[in-house]
Nanobody, 127 residues
């Protein structure tokens, strides 16, 4: 069993920055690919891919629309994955989820390839 506990998020002005954190426990973190997804208001049934990172942190992938603004990283010594979000826009408003996957689905952009999920954290970008 894996538990993922998220922190960060909140209200930010357009153009601002936020960093989300996700601490994992219960399984070998360093072998687990990690991902971030989000659900926008009114689209709660659509869990949109944001970014993913390999177990060793070397390989990362991003949604095309977010490249250059969002950065995923991890610290395996702290069992933590991060999502740094810069130049935030109102359309980035969503509930963000971290997720842990299995090595055979490394770098997946599909939510159903991830086994464990954080509790979600709300990010609101508004003036």
């Amino acid at each position: 069993q894996v538990q993922l506990v998220q922190s960060g998020g909140g209200l930010v002005l357009p153009g601002g920055s936020l960093r989300l954190s996700c601490i994992a426990s219960g399984r070998a973190f360093s072998t687990s690919p990690m991902g971030w997804f989000r659900e926008a208001p009114g689209k709660e049934r659509e869990r949109e891919f944001v970014a993913t990172i390999s177990g060793n942190g070397i390989i990362t992938y991003y949604a095309d629309s977010l490249k250059g603004r969002f950065t995923i990283s991890r610290d395996n010594a702290k069992n933590t994955v991060y999502l740094q979000m810069n130049s935030l826009k109102p359309e980035d408003t969503a509930v963000y989820y971290c997720a842990a996957g299995s090595p055979q689905y490394a770098n997946s952009r599909r939510s159903y390839d991830y086994d464990y999920w954080g509790q979600g954290t709300r990010v609101t970008v508004s003036s």
